[in-house]
């Protein structure tokens, strides 16, 4: 009973103490993880993933995904200033790569490292978007980046298992069937019920965090759901059901985008952008 009591106390005041406030929403979020302690790792296998894959160079492409990452990067900073939040970037550091890779992909690491797979260059270019459908993209990415989604994905594993351990320590005098359907019951459910709708949360908070910042950087937000009907057309309608994604479906994102690119234009002529 004394370890039961102690795990659950040690447990709490884990959750009270690791929070950290996300700058777009002001929401406190769940974060177990310092950036002293991800972002080195992160840097690490960036490099080695570089190393054994093939980076495109010097090329027009190549070129846009660096000048749309850092054009993104600049309007985060500008908003992160103008917001009281002078210095959140200081530890991040900043790379753009295109990588010669068919897949319709892209992703950030920790820390500010990026990556665009030259299979969705046509997708994000295509229908006469050019640099504003990669600014989708990158800004997408970036947000990831800007929002901790990273460690918070880990604290969120981490606090699964700290569940897992609890229930396996209220059921140690319980049968061993018992136990067993308590492991299989509990994985299944928080994987459904929790760390899938935590994923598909940072996919549309990501979404509406990178349509601000591509906005503020110049670039058409309407472009968003535009993409996405691109990328829809290109996967022919296949999808696993939303609640067993980890990403919302195509459509609610689309419905998303089209709702907040107005809000991001607004955001924008804050900042003197009166283009779109």
Request: aromatic letters at 10%.
């Amino acid at each position: 009973m004394k370890l039961k009591k102690t795990f659950i106390g040690l447990s709490v005041l884990l959750l009270i103490v690791a929070c950290k406030t996300n700058p777009f929403t002001g929401e406190k979020n769940l974060n177990f993880v310092s950036n002293d302690q991800l972002f080195p790792a992160s840097f690490a296998q960036y490099d080695q993933f570089l190393e054994e894959n093939d980076v495109v160079r010097g090329t027009a492409e190549a070129e846009m995904v660096k000048r749309t990452g850092n054009k993104i990067v600049t309007a985060a900073e500008r908003y992160l200033n103008a917001n009281g939040y002078q210095g959140f970037l200081n530890d991040f550091r900043w790379e753009f790569n295109l990588v010669k890779d068919e897949a319709v992909n892209a992703f950030a690491m920790p820390g500010g490292k990026v990556v665009f797979f030259t299979g969705i260059m046509p997708i994000a270019t295509g229908g006469g978007a050019g640099e504003d459908g990669v600014a989708v993209v990158m800004a997408h990415e970036v947000a990831h980046a800007l929002a901790d989604h990273g460690a918070q994905r880990i604290s969120a594993a981490q606090l699964q298992q700290l569940g897992g351990v609890a229930g396996s320590i209220a059921l140690s005098g319980k049968s061993e069937q018992t136990q067993q359907i308590f492991a299989q019951a509990y994985g299944l459910g928080t994987t459904v019920g929790v760390m899938l709708p935590f994923s598909r949360s940072h996919e549309t908070e990501a979404d509406r965090i990178g349509l601000t910042l591509m906005a503020i950087a110049g670039y058409n937000p309407a472009e968003a759901a535009d993409l996405w009907r691109r990328m829809q057309q290109e996967s022919g309608g296949q999808a696993p059901p939303e609640f067993l994604s980890t990403h919302p479906s195509t459509q609610t994102r689309i419905n998303n985008l089209e709702k907040w690119a107005p809000e991001a234009k607004a955001e924008a002529r804050k900042y003197g952008v009166t283009k779109y």
